[in-house]
């Protein structure tokens, strides 16, 4: 395939990606935002109040990064691993890798699917918190780039997990498993410099705090960790699961039988 027909090939799956979460929108974009409101009544205000403040800052402001960047993380991974294991379970999708299409564009277009889901809603839970709070941006750049790798991150995440399913419950097990309780563990309702030091080391296992905290730096100008290492490391997490990724795709792993 010549560059053009590259072109018009990713552009396709991307086209079909957003035109598959944006048709059902009342099922993929309008229960994270009335979640994301419910965190912003419940912790933020009626909590929140009571809390005072948070590395010198509102709890309702130091919470709001982690409370975006959540929406992000779950729906950049949910899009991918649902939509890439329906196509796979109806079999669509050995006709696109029968095609002339190389398989990275398989691969990327589905991440970039998963990429406009995830930022998508994240923009939408941007625009419920300024509802609750007024937000100033330290580093915009920062901001931006942090999340759309981040998007990238777990939309390559849940096509691994589409991969590796063989059935549709497999596909809800490392959301419910893995990613809840790393995304609530990972500094979005607290500080780590609160907890005792053996769980502040802990704490540093968990990749999410990384991804977290370099937000919350880019909003508020504060981090429990250093932004280029963390950066790095997003980065080394994003090449690492695409070569992965690829490999298992050209493969045919679980999908080849």
Known sequence: MNPTQVAIALWTVVYKEIKRFTRIWPQTLLPPSITMTMYFIIFGSLIGSRIGEMDGFSYMDFIVPGLIMMAVITNSYSNVASSFFSNKFQRSVEEMMVSPMPNWVILAGFVLGGMARGLGVGLIVTIVSLFFTRISVAHPLLTIGVVVLTAALFSIGGFINALLADKFDDVS???????????????????????????????????????????RHGFLGVSDIPVGWALAAIVAFIVALFVIALWMLEQGKGIRS
């Open 173 to 215: 097990i490392v959301p419910t498993f893995v990613l809840t309780p790393l995304t609530y563990l990972g500094g979005v309702f607290y500080s780590i410099s609160l907890l005792p030091p053996f769980w502040q080391g802990a704490s540093l296992l968990n990749p999410i705090l990384y991804m977290v905290n370099v937000f």
